[in-house]
């Protein structure tokens, strides 16, 4: 399914390579171990067959892993600036709710002073008997 949708969407396609790579290994990872568990339920454990999903998950995992390991630190600088971008946006967000609250305040004010005339004029002209 991973890697259909690796082809299938472009989002996922505008990857950079080196994400792509993990996450093929990640699904490629988790088909052997389903493999594996699939294998078990049918209670072939003993067969080359599992000896050989066995050994296939295993390097898959430690492929996985090695891969990860030079990944982590750039992964851990993107996320840092992700989440700066996102304090600064919250921030920015807050501000302009702030503005926003500000001029309705204003624009309420200045509707109801005119209303107000309206109102009490027309309440003054009924209390007189002015139709």
């Known amino acids: 399914q991973i890697l259909a949708s690796l082809y299938k ?4 396609h505008d990857m950079p390579l080196r994400i792509q790579i993990l996450v093929i290994l990640f699904a490629f990872f988790i088909l052997c171990c389903g493999a594996g568990h699939a294998l078990r339920c049918s209670d072939l454990v003993h067969g080359p ?3 050989f999903t066995n050994i296939i998950t295993a390097f898959v995992s430690l492929a996985t892993c090695l891969y990860l390991i030079p990944l982590v630190p750039s ?3 993107t996320l840092d600036e992700s989440l700066h971008q996102l304090e600064y946006l919250n921030k920015e967000l807050e501000s302009s709710q702030r503005k926003l609250m500000t001029f309705m305040a204003f624009l309420c004010h200045e509707i109801r002073n005119p209303l107000f005339v309206i109102t009490s004029n027309i309440s003054f002209m009924e209390d007189n008997g002015c139709h």
């Open 75 to 77: 992964l851990m600088s």
């Open 49 to 51: 067959l599992y000896q």
């Open 9 to 12: 969407y472009p989002r996922l």
